[in-house]
T-cell receptor
């Protein structure tokens, strides 16, 4: 079945450091890929998405590129801020099925001043 | 603010009891999804309703049930509660039944003692 694998956290960085959170997936067909963010005490919010190979999703300085050849959708940000501290979830929605998202386990990011 | 509301925010109850969680989707959204988030299982899809009808079922226990009412709000009923049911329960909504982009509520934190 479909699955999403994320790097385990927590990821701890200093402010202004470069961020990469790895995400790889297994799915049949051509899924759409998503990153959601969950701030403390809140629900998940869509951060960015990409619907086909080589698409780049971007939002709030975060980027991720849909790489079909490596089945990956790694999240990057050039300079993190303390306010980026949150849990990040990679997810996929497979085409032609129930369209229910499959989520990764989440990666906690802690940014120190 | 995603526009999705959930009540109550917190719920403390005892084993064997029954509780009802309520969700109001974003204005105009026809689909409602329920998820359970726990430390050991991550984010698990429970069930989806679209315009009043059940559309997809995930890892939902027989002790759990849900429904969507004509005004599109939804309720998740959890009965014969066990300690292991303690978790965050999220509701999400989307405009259509495909639901590639979902909008999450703030969640209900359930503690079973």
């Amino acid at each position: 079945g479909d699955s999403v694998t994320q790097m385990e956290g927590p990821v701890t960085l200093s402010e202004e450091a470069f961020l990469t959170i790895n995400c790889t997936y297994t799915a049949t067909g051509y899924p759409s890929l998503f990153w959601y963010v969950q701030y403390p005490g809140e629900g998940l919010q869509l951060l960015l998405k990409a619907t086909k190979a080589d698409d780049k999703g971007s939002n709030k300085g975060f980027e991720a590129t849909y790489r079909k050849e490596t089945t990956s959708f790694h999240l990057e940000k050039g300079s993190v801020q303390v306010s980026d501290s949150a849990v990040y979830f990679c997810a996929l929605v497979a085409s032609g099925g129930s369209y229910i998202p499959t989520f990764g386990r989440g990666t906690s990011l802690i940014v120190h001043p | 603010d995603s526009g999705v509301t959930q009540t109550p925010k917190h719920l403390i109850t005892a084993t064997g009891q029954r509780v009802t969680l309520r969700c109001s989707p974003r204005s105009g959204d026809l689909s409602v999804y329920w998820y359970q988030q726990s430390l050991d299982q991550g984010l698990q899809f429970l069930i989806q309703y679209y315009n009043g009808e059940e559309r997809a079922k995930g890892n939902i226990l027989e002790r759990f049930s849900a429904q969507q009412f004509p005004d599109l709000h939804s309720e998740l009923n959890l009965s014969s509660l066990e300690l292991g049911d303690s978790a965050l329960y999220f509701c999400a909504s989307s405009a259509d039944r495909v639901g590639e982009t979902q909008y999450f509520g703030p969640g209900t934190r359930l503690l079973v003692l």
